[in-house]
């Protein structure tokens, strides 16, 4: 159990060196970009942003759970190994096609971007960067070293280029255009590695096999998608209503607070995703324990941080940027958010998916992503972002209180069957 623990307190330690340098950096630069572009151009910024994460997402197609998954469970069979690794970077990249043809439409037509086009444009390479991303086959064989460190090092020249090289609004279009440039690096050259290290061998693969991995992919896909409408679609659904960019960027600056926390969690959870789901082939009681046991460490980080910016909210938005302070008693409400985002994963993407019941996790986030949308659809249009923010948090509240009754039920009924 030992040496469990500390495999998988070695692939956080990776992942969250990954994150750290991936996600959490480019949010931490944003006081710099926010002060550099103006609250009306940092608008701009986050709205592009959050609208390519969630091109990551149909890309990802939930094989970051799926395929990981497989790995981690097959990953002693060369064989099964290298058609998940051929079949999946193929699925990836026929539908990165797709999104970058979509995505190219969505910035000649959005109005936000009528005088960005090339700004929009040039977000195309994080497309393509994030398609052959191999950080799931890593995760899988729980070899996080080498992906890491090429990322980690990718990424910090490319944010330090941005805080040199960017010095005025004139020069927002540098900005993709940098973070381009490192996703595709960083994808290119964990690829090799990834064929060299582990000796992978690309397989042409058959349509049963397209079929089978679309088909585990699905459910996770489904459930990633609706929790993506809403974790990276606030700002998206705020744009529909609210006609001052101004607000939009105030906002923005709230939502990354909140998604810099967030960051932090994501690379824990992540590596504890497998020797979670490994548990679980064990027993249900294994699997339950390993859940509980490393998402207390989670739950404590999310009390412990609510209650700091319940304390220091306008001392951090004051550094942040002066005017933002107006925003501190939103912020205080929308860290709330964070302490249910973690509950909830923990619940569904560790506890169900392990007791494979990924559809039923995705039923439900169904129903929790259309009664949030609604809301946050209505309290944008009446509140502006102060409805989007209420909104959220009654939604993840709403999706707490149904994860925990059927997850009583399914436990209930285990026990029954036994």
Known sequence: MKIQDSVVFKNFTYLFINQFFNLIVPLLVFPFLLKTLGLELFGLYSFAYSAILFCFMFCDYGFNFSGSKYIAINKLDIEKRDIAFSTIVTLKGLIAIVISILWIAF???????????????????????????????????????????????????????????????????????????????????????????????????????????????????????????????????????????????????????????????????????????????????????????????????????????????????????????????WLKLFSFWLFFIIFNNLLGYHFLNGLNKSGVFRNINIIYTLITVALMIAGCYLFSYKGCIVSVIIGEVLLTTMLLIKTKSILSNAKTNL
């Open 107 to 329: 910035v000649y037509y959005y109005p936000i971007f009528k005088n960005h086009i090339n700004f929009g444009l040039f977000f195309l390479g994080m497309i393509w960067g994030n398609a052959i991303n191999l950080q799931w086959f890593f995760q899988g064989i729980e070899k996080l070293g080498w992906y890491s460190t090429i990322n980690s090092v990718i990424k910090l020249a490319s944010n330090i280029a941005i805080l040199v090289l960017v010095k005025s609004a004139t020069d927002i279009n540098l900005i993709p255009l940098i973070y381009s440039t490192a996703f595709i690096l960083t994808g290119l050259i964990t690829y090799v590695v990834a064929i060299y290290s582990e000796k992978l061998s690309f397989i042409t693969a058959s349509i049963n096999a397209f079929k089978q991995f679309l088909k585990d992919g699905f459910d996770y896909f489904i459930t990633i998608s609706t929790t993506s409408l809403v974790f990276n679609g606030t700002i998206i659904i705020l744009s529909f209503f609210e006609k001052s960019i101004l607000i939009i960027g105030a906002f923005s600056a709230l939502d990354r607070i909140i998604k810099i926390l967030v960051s932090i969690y994501v690379p824990y959870s992540t590596a504890m995703y497998p020797r979670n789901m490994a548990n679980f082939q064990i027993g249900i009681s294994e699997g339950r324990k390993s859940v509980i046991k490393h998402g207390a460490f989670a739950l404590l980080f999310s009390i412990v941080i609510i209650v700091l910016i319940c304390i220091f909210s306008e001392a951090i938005l004051s550094f942040l940027y002066p005017k933002l302070v107006i925003y501190s008693n």
